[in-house]
């Protein structure tokens, strides 16, 4: 980082570079200023400054954090967005959405995005580490008479795509079924 560099300017680089808009950059060096505010109320302000690299203030720390949970926020964002984009198309057809699965000793075990009369649909931009779930859901479909229907996005591979169907097939034969969406 440039010395010199304020908080509010590290905050609006990050933001422009991820392609957020002002709005967001500039809520972003709020929470950076409050942050970092709380810490030192805390008590946590040397503990803080530790960490701090050579020629680096503890408010332009602070930001840097504020662009890391941006960056996380932001592709939570993503897959709600998607989520919200799914269901939208189904809305008509939805009769129950993000129910929570648990087991006999009172674990949770998943969720469903939601349900139509015919099926209980997961929604995913990327299926990645979803094997287990989706056959959990199969199975809780399977005990419901419906078929669970695999809703994905652009951001899942082929390759696991094929392997996916391949596992759930060859478990639940045609009570799955896999739906692109954009």
């Known amino acids: 980082m ?3 560099a304020d ?3 590290v905050v609006q680089r ?3 570079s991820a392609g957020v808009g002002a709005g967001t950059a500039v809520g972003f060096s709020l929470l950076a200023r409050g942050v970092g505010a709380l810490l030192r109320l805390r008590g946590f302000g040397g503990a803080a400054k530790e960490g701090v690299e050579e020629g680096q203030s503890h408010t332009q720390q602070t930001a840097d954090e504020a662009v890391r ?3 996380t926020a932001a592709a939570k964002g993503a897959g709600d967005a998607f989520e919200d984009s799914v269901k939208s198309t189904f809305r ?3 009769i129950k959405q993000n129910e929570v699965l648990w087991d006999e000793s009172g674990r949770v075990i998943g969720e469903i995005d939601f349900e139509t009369s015919e099926a209980i649909a997961e929604v995913g931009l990327s299926l ?3 094997l287990p779930q989706l ?3 199969a199975e809780v479909a399977a005990s419901r008479a419906k ?3 695999v809703i994905y996005g652009p951001r899942t591979a082929p390759g696991t795509l094929r392997v996916f169907k391949e596992s759930l097939r060859k478990k639940h034969g045609n009570r799955v079924r896999f739906i692109p969406h954009q």
């Open 135 to 137: 056959h959990k859901l």
């Open 92 to 94: 008509k057809k939805i």
């Open 128 to 130: 990645g580490g979803k």
């Open 2 to 4: 440039r010395e010199g």
């Open 14 to 16: 990050a933001a422009t």
């Open 147 to 149: 078929r669970l229907d």
């Open 7 to 9: 908080a509010d300017e």
């Open 69 to 71: 949970i941006e960056a």
